[in-house]
């Protein structure tokens, strides 16, 4: 009998032990490129030049396939309007993404295919210097939904590599000038292609 119980004792311990050795968090850190369709709705068409930026990331396992995800993006970039047909310069932006998402993944080896959905908001900052020629731009934030699928490569049982391609659908921003002059009316998608690090613990 006492055997029995030292036996089912050292199982559950080691199962206990097991459990905690398992990695259910990481964090990671990618660079990203950050661009957008040209826009045309209500006679304003709206471009934005393409830029570099940051994404961190917080991911949670609820089980082996599924977690739970927030994120932050930073970017900067000039969004360019023309009403009318005639260019009304552009304004030289702070962007940033705040998000969360669920994520679904698979294992195959050392390679982890994902997906992910979700929701956020995305903060448009006018930056008063010279690349903004409307002065009296102000703040925007558009709220709208997040999809994406990547690959993250295990290089050890602590980091691994993760590429992904992310999308981010709102509507786009008119920075609250009189009489809404660069109101479209219309949604686009931020494209958002990113490749990073991430460490698990």
């Known amino acids: 009998m006492k055997k029995t119980i030292l036996l089912l004792g050292a199982l559950m311990l080691s199962a206990v032990a097991g459990y905690a050795q398992e990695s259910r968090q990481d964090v990671s850190v990618s660079g990203s490129w950050l661009f957008a369709p040209s826009v045309t709705g209500n006679s304003v068409n ?38 009318y ?7 030289h932006t702070l962007q940033q993404e705040f998000s969360g998402a669920y994520v679904f993944n698979l ?42 699928a990547g690959l993250a490569y295990e290089i050890s049982p602590s980091f691994d590599i993760r590429a992904e391609y992310r999308g981010f659908v709102l509507k786009t921003p008119a920075f609250g000038l ?8 219309r949604y686009e998608v931020i494209s958002s292609p990113s490749v990073g690090i991430a460490y698990h613990f």
């Open 107 to 148: 294992n195959f080896r050392n390679f982890n295919p994902f997906a992910e959905a979700g929701i956020g908001a995305v903060i448009f900052h006018p930056l008063l210097d010279a690349g903004t020629q409307q002065f009296d731009a102000r703040q925007s934030t558009g709220f709208g939904g997040l999809f994406g």
């Open 85 to 91: 047909g005639k260019a009304q310069g552009g304004i």
């Open 46 to 83: 709206k471009k934005t030049t393409q830029t570099l930026g940051l994404l961190a990331s917080y991911r949670y396992m609820l089980t082996p396939r599924s977690a739970l995800e927030v994120n932050y993006g930073y970017g900067q970039n000039t969004q360019k309007y023309t009403v």
């Open 178 to 185: 009189p009489g809404d002059i660069f109101k479209t009316n």
